[in-house]
């Protein structure tokens, strides 16, 4: 579902340009309200959210999907954690649809779909890894990895039930907005993908805003 935003990025209380294959991991406080901007299109934000209090409370595709009733994430959908409460609600998007169930990029995934030498390339799961090493006070660590959100990405579910990476339908511009219903760790790996289509093949920066 569109659904366009009234903020204006020179009220942001904070923004960031985060590169592909780069990380995010930052607090939203509970009231703020959070964009992800897909600067030059075709991109994918591979995301964690998770309880600033108490991180082993995390978003959870699969109650959030089951309570909603649909595989897809849009404006409207409330993200529910491994407990059932609300963490985060999609107040704007103008991509119109956000998948969760595909999965982040990882080198044991590239070399499974694609070929043994793409096992070097840097994936999503290493930036996560990274991110939670390098941000001690979280108090994380891998096992704290669980399953996330694709915004921006578009994998289809097939009528048999089957998923395809598929060419983006996001464009330079376009946007999915957040606003936080408890104080929230945002962690964002920026997709260094080149072998599949979620990206066209060419990673680009995104930029993060931050609303008071
Ligand atoms: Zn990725």
Redesign the pocket.
Known sequence: MIQHSHLLAEHAVRSDVVKAGDYYMEVVKAGQTIRILDIEGNQ?A?TLFYNAIDPSERYSAVDTIREQGNVYLTAGSTLLSNEGRAMLEIVADTCGRHDTVGG??ATESNTVRYALEKKCMH??RDSWLLAVAQNEHFGMTKRDITHNINFFMNVPVTAEGGLTFEDGISGAGKYVELKAQMDVIVLV?N???LNNPCNAYNPTPIEILVWN
Do not use: E, N, T
Request: with cysteine; proline share 10%.
């Open positions: 994918a591979d982040a990029c994936a999503c790996s997709c260094p993908q």
